[in-house]
């Protein structure tokens, strides 16, 4: 069974940072990407970043420049730097672990992230 927990999110103040972890229980790398997504209330989850394999990142524009997506093959941990957050960034982070050979995706269960003005 594939799991996925997420750490290290809280409250800050608005250009304040968290840093994001998210811990699997198996070698991150038999997954073809990893990545963040958030969702805040009334609103559908969203993509923030991921990582390929590889090591290819992507982010969504909104982040860019102030988030980065890196992770830790050897302690199996993903990480998410949030830098100068802003009120709009509040929301539930969600690590996300996805299986292309079979079609699966993986979730942890959220960790909140809240952001005031």
């Known amino acids: 069974q594939v799991q996925l927990v997420e750490s290290g999110g809280g409250l800050v103040q608005a250009g304040g940072s968290l840093r994001l972890s998210c811990a699997a229980s198996g070698n991150i790398l038999v997954f073809n990407a990893m990545g963040w997504y958030r969702q805040a209330p009334g609103k559908q989850r969203e993509l923030v970043a991921t990582i390929t394999r590889g090591g290819s990142t992507n982010y969504a524009d909104s982040v860019k420049d102030r988030f980065t997506i890196s992770r830790d093959n050897a302690k199996n941990t993903v990480h998410l730097q949030m830098n100068s957050l802003r009120p709009e960034d509040t929301a539930v982070y969600y690590c996300?672990?996805?299986?292309?050979?079979?079609?699966?995706?993986?979730w942890g269960q959220g960790t909140q992230v809240t952001v005031s003005s």
């Open positions: 996300n672990a996805h299986l292309a050979p079979i079609m699966s995706d993986y």
